[in-house]
Each structure stands twice: as structure tokens, then as C-alpha cells.
């Protein structure tokens, strides 16, 4: 098979260098493979242009979860027409790796390097909001302000350090902005709201029972929030795996909501990575799909 090999060097630390690259051997050893190296947005967005052009079966992807997010946007606004048999692979190197979890895929360079020779392949399931995609959430209000305040140089340097850092700054300067949320004909206001397509959060964290295979997400509406109830949601996420025990979180499964703000912005991330701040969103199920590699 031919497959592109694509390294995100700006998601993953120096020390993964070597990792990844024992990966690429493994697969150069049995199959045609074009190493990419992307240091920035830009030079990777150049890149998808010519990528799509090309014959390739797989694409595999070295970094985190934003650089897979990243790459399936980029795929689609070039109009990339994939093959049936055309599957992405992910190769674990970022901060959180929660697709690692969702594909059900170790840290063993044998076993991830199996993987991503296999065919055991399944169509994901990809949410839309506003003109992007994205695989595994999207959070608007707090932990988006998170995401926002994050170096990416520190970032690679401290790992998942800075996340508690940075948690526990905004926690102590705790800002929040109104959000309109209209969903399943209700309106409803709250201070930060949590799409999740995913099983999991902050990690490797179980929330709800959904996956990305499912046609279906999670919405997490949070109303009036104070630093007590988030230290009982924190707690919540780490030792109950279910968000559903507070009474002042609304669960809905729903294909749309739809999320405005009364006067200023509100920042946005999707799969971890800052998608700005906007006053307007609309999130909802697409009929948009990418086959995975999933761990034997």
C-alpha cells in the first residue's frame, strides 16, 4: 500500500521524535511511504494541497488529537474523494490523546505499528460547527479558555502540566460569559456548554457512553457556574465517569444546538486545539465520514 506519513512536530516534544520514527521504519519495511514533516499551520495547510492529489491508501498522522482534527478539515476544504478503502491512521504523540483511547490503541510501537498495517478500519463519525468538523468535542466557555491561554511552546515542554496550571488559574479568576443555547426547541442560558462525540475527556476520563462511531453527541449545558460546582463536576469526571449526577448540568442528545452570546465573543476548542473566539455557533450531526485504523 502507498501511504503518507505525516509528523506534527509542533504537537509532540522532541523526545517523541525517535518514537515516531522507529514507526515510520516499521511500516517503510513492507509498504511505499512519503514522510512529511510540518513545523507550522501554514506549511501543513500547503502541504494538503498536494496531498490530495495523490494516490494515497493511507494517511497516517503523528501528533495529537487537534492534528487529526486538522488534517480531516484540511482534506474536506480541498475536496479530497477517498477511496473506500482509504483509512487514517493515528499515531499518539500529543498532549491528551484521546483518539488513542477511542481507537483503543496502546503506547507499543509494535503494536501501534500492526495497526496502522491493518485493515480493521471503521467510519467515523464527524460533527459539524459552524464550517468546520471536528471528531472527538467541542467546548465553548471554560475549557476553551484554557486551551486559549496555552503557549504551544510551553506546551510541548510541559506536557499535560500546563493543563493543571492553567486549569487552576482560571479557576481562581473564574470569568464567565451568558450563552444562549437553543436546542431541542428549549432555550436556555448557561456558562459554558461541552459537545462531546466522544467517550471521553481531559484525557482518558470517562463522561458518557456515546463514541465516535455513533451518529449521535453528547451536549453538556452548565448553568451558573461557580468554582465549587466545578470542583464537584472535576471531581465527577475523575471518579464517577458520568456528568449526569449534578442536577445543574442539562444532558441532551440532540443532532443540533445552536449557541449565541448576548455582546463579546466566547472562546471555542475543538478536539483540544483553540478554534477561536466567535458569538455565533451552530454544532450538529453531518453526514460527513472518515474510515480510522482501530486497534486489533
Not at 499551520?41 to 482534527?69: N, P
Request: hydrophobic letters at 40%; glycine letters at 6%; charged letters at 25%.
Amino acid at each position: 500500500m502507498y501511504y503518507c506519513f505525516l509528523y506534527n512536530k509542533k504537537a509532540s516534544s522532541g523526545k517523541k521524535t525517535t518514537f515516531i520514527r522507529k514507526i515510520y521504519d516499521n511500516l517503510k519495511l513492507f509498504h511505499q511511504v512519503d514522510l512529511f514533516e510540518t513545523s507550522t499551520e501554514q506549511e501543513a495547510e500547503g502541504l494538503f494541497k498536494k496531498i490530495v492529489e495523490k494516490d494515497y491508501d493511507r494517511l497516517i498522522i503523528a501528533g495529537g488529537d487537534g492534528s487529526v482534527c486538522f488534517a480531516i478539515n484540511q482534506l474536506i476544504k480541498n475536496n479530497f474523494q477517498p477511496k473506500d478503502n482509504f483509512a487514517i491512521g493515528y499515531v499518539p504523540a500529543g498532549t491528551a490523546n484521546i483518539l488513542q483511547a477511542e481507537l483503543g490503541m496502546s503506547k507499543n510501537i509494535k503494536k501501534i505499528s500492526k495497526t496502522l498495517m491493518s485493515d480493521n478500519l471503521e467510519k467515523t463519525n464527524l460533527v459539524k460547527i459552524n464550517s468546520n468538523y471536528f471528531i472527538l468535542m467541542a467546548g465553548i466557555g471554560w475549557d476553551a479558555q484554557i486551551v486559549q491561554s496555552i503557549d504551544s511552546k510551553i506546551k510541548k515542554i510541559l506536557g499535560k502540566i500546563i493543563f493543571g496550571i492553567k486549569g487552576l488559574e482560571k479557576f481562581i479568576f473564574l470569568k464567565s460569559t451568558k450563552i444562549k443555547v437553543n436546542i431541542d426547541n428549549e432555550e436556555l442560558l448557561a456558562d459554558w456548554v461541552l459537545c462531546s462525540n466522544s467517550r471521553y475527556y481531559a484525557g482518558h476520563h470517562k463522561i458518557t457512553d456515546t463514541n465516535i462511531f455513533e451518529e449521535k453527541f453528547t451536549t453538556y449545558i452548565f448553568k451558573d457556574l461557580s468554582r465549587l460546582k466545578l470542583l464537584y463536576y472535576i471531581f465527577l469526571i475523575i471518579f464517577n465517569g458520568n456528568l449526569n449526577k449534578s442536577t445543574s448540568v442539562i444532558t441532551k442528545n440532540t443532532n443540533e444546538v445552536k449557541l449565541k452570546t448576548f455582546d463579546k465573543s466566547i472562546p471555542i476548542q475543538i478536539d483540544g486545539d483553540n478554534f477561536g473566539s466567535l458569538k455565533d455557533i451552530v454544532i450538529k450531526s453531518s453526514k460527513r465520514k472518515f474510515n480510522l485504523l482501530k486497534a486489533a
